[in-house]
């Protein structure tokens, strides 16, 4: 299984609403990632996890908090976003976070923020 | 700062020509690259990659070069199929650091039947 899954493919929130953006991998990799994606932009990346902990933030705002339960789920969940925070949310996985792994990307979680 | 970034963000080709997609790099602590297929609705899409230590490497149809001297890097198609439109993007990877690659802009191939 060489899949990285994510839920849900697409999602419309309020800027008062609580939701989750679920991704998850069964090919025993140990490093995760949260990539943000603009329409004809390059993905930018978020949050790195390694071995379940978070080593990057790259300064993403409050409102971004994610979430590794266990090495093959992790979470991002959304509080109090604005509308420019719609964008294509892309999950990654690496073997680990040593140098030069390949990178297995999602099909991302389109999410409307109204 | 430093950044990746394209030459051409779209490129129309016929079916059957090669094509070749420019990634300008500027980071010269750069030493791996890798480049990217992203179709409608998907997510990135490992094609191949290549390490500063070489300076040409070839995947199935596919060829990357690198040309340190002036930190320039293509790919490119051989024999290009509709399938083959997309949105490519270059990254590259700083040396002595964890694997965060840094994506280029992207350019769009368009293949005419």
């Known amino acids: 299984d060489t899949e990285v899954t994510q839920t849900p493919k697409h999602l419309v929130m309020g800027m008062t609403n609580k939701k989750s953006l679920k991704c998850e991998q069964h090919m025993g990799h140990r490093a995760m990632y949260w990539y943000k994606q603009k329409a004809k932009k390059p993905p930018e990346l978020m949050f790195v996890?390694?071995?379940?902990?978070?080593?990057i933030n790259e300064s993403v705002p409050s409102r971004f908090s994610p979430e590794c339960p266990n090495s093959s789920l992790l979470n991002l969940h959304l509080h109090a976003l604005q509308p420019e925070d719609s964008a294509l949310y892309l999950c990654?996985?690496?073997?680990?976070?040593?140098?030069?792994?390949?990178?297995?990307f999602g099909p991302g979680t389109r999410l409307t923020v109204t | 700062g430093e950044s990746v970034g394209l030459h051409l963000p779209t490129l129309s080709v016929q079916e059957g020509d090669n094509s070749i997609i420019n990634c300008a790099y500027s980071n010269s602590a750069s030493d791996y690259f890798i480049w990217y297929k992203q179709e409608s609705g998907k997510g990135p899409q490992f094609i191949i990659d290549?390490?500063?230590?070489?300076d040409k490497r070839q995947g199935q149809r596919v060829t990357v070069l690198l040309n340190k001297t002036v930190k320039h890097l293509s790919l490119q198609i051989a024999a290009t199929q509709p399938g083959d439109s997309a949105v490519y993007f270059c990254a590259e990877s700083p040396s002595g650091g964890s694997y965060i690659p840094t994506f280029g802009r992207g350019t769009s191939l368009i293949v005419h039947p």
């Open positions: 990654a996985s690496s073997q680990a976070n040593l140098g030069n792994d390949e990178q297995y």
């Open positions: 290549i390490r500063s230590n070489m």
């Open positions: 996890y390694s071995y379940e902990k978070l080593s």
